[in-house]
Nanobody
Framework: QVQLVESGGGLVQAGGSLRLSCAVS????????MGWFRRAPGKEREFVVA????????DYADSVKGRFTVSRDNAKNTMYLQMDSLKPEDTAIYYC??????????????????WGQGTQVTVSS
């Protein structure tokens, strides 16, 4: 069984930064492509960013491109999301997800096999 645990969320002012972490246990981390999704109040869960198994490929939603940076450390079984220049519209619960399949259709929620419980990010104006 694979477990994903997010951490690093919190309250920050607009323009500030946060760094989220996603710790993975239970299986070989490097076998999984990974993704971050978020769900804002009253909205559907949406894709934020994906990263391939080796970390050589990344893909971002247009809304976060240039402000967010995803990375992974396969030796530490952890994925990170550096969020800079945060905006109030970034307020959401952020979820990490693991995909055992090929690195494609990474924006689709149904491509992911395992999910974390989420961490709240609140950006005040």
């Amino acid at each position: 069984q694979v477990q994903l645990v997010e951490s690093g969320g919190g309250l920050v002012q607009a323009g500030g930064s946060l760094r989220l972490s996603c710790a993975v246990s239970g299986r070989t981390f490097s076998n999984y492509a990974m993704g971050w999704f978020r769900r804002a109040p009253g909205k559907e869960r949406e894709f934020v960013v994906a990263i391939s198994r080796s970390g050589s490929s990344t893909d971002y939603a247009d809304s976060v491109k240039g402000r967010f940076t995803v990375s992974r450390d396969n030796a530490k079984n952890t994925m990170y999301l550096q969020m800079d220049s945060l905006k109030p519209e970034d307020t959401a619960i952020y979820y990490c997800a693991a995909n055992l399949g090929a690195y494609r259709n990474y924006a689709r929620r149904d491509m992911y096999d395992y999910w974390g419980q989420g961490t709240q990010v609140t950006v005040s104006s």
